[in-house]
Nanobody, 114 residues
């Protein structure tokens, strides 16, 4: 059974940092490109960062230079380091495969507010 479990969210002040984790089980994690997605209230889910099986990364313009995606294939885990957070980064953050999606996890709430 495929399972994605996101963690690490919370309430942070503007300019602060958070590190999100996503643990995957039930899939051969290492061969897939993985992505972090987010969904703000009233908005569609958007892709913010991707990492290929080989470690190449890409970012949405809105987070470029502030967020860093990485993966640890030995731990079946993908990370998102978020720095210089802004109120507009407030959303529920999810991970999933980039191409053929599996069932979405619960996500982790990130709230950026003073």
């Amino acid at each position: 059974q495929v399972q994605l479990v996101e963690s690490g969210g919370g309430l942070v002040q503007p300019g602060g940092s958070l590190r999100l984790s996503c643990a995957a089980s039930g899939i051969i994690f290492s061969i897939y490109a993985m992505g972090w997605y987010r969904q703000a209230p009233g908005k569609q889910r958007e892709l913010v960062a991707t990492v290929t099986s080989g470690g190449s990364t890409d970012y949405a313009d809105s987070v470029k230079g502030r967020f860093t995606i990485s993966r640890d294939n030995a731990k079946n885990t993908v990370y998102l380091q978020m720095n210089s957070l802004k109120p507009e980064d407030t959303a529920v953050y999810y991970c999933n495969r980039v191409h053929t999606k599996v069932a979405w996890g619960q996500g982790t709430q990130v709230t950026v507010s003073s």
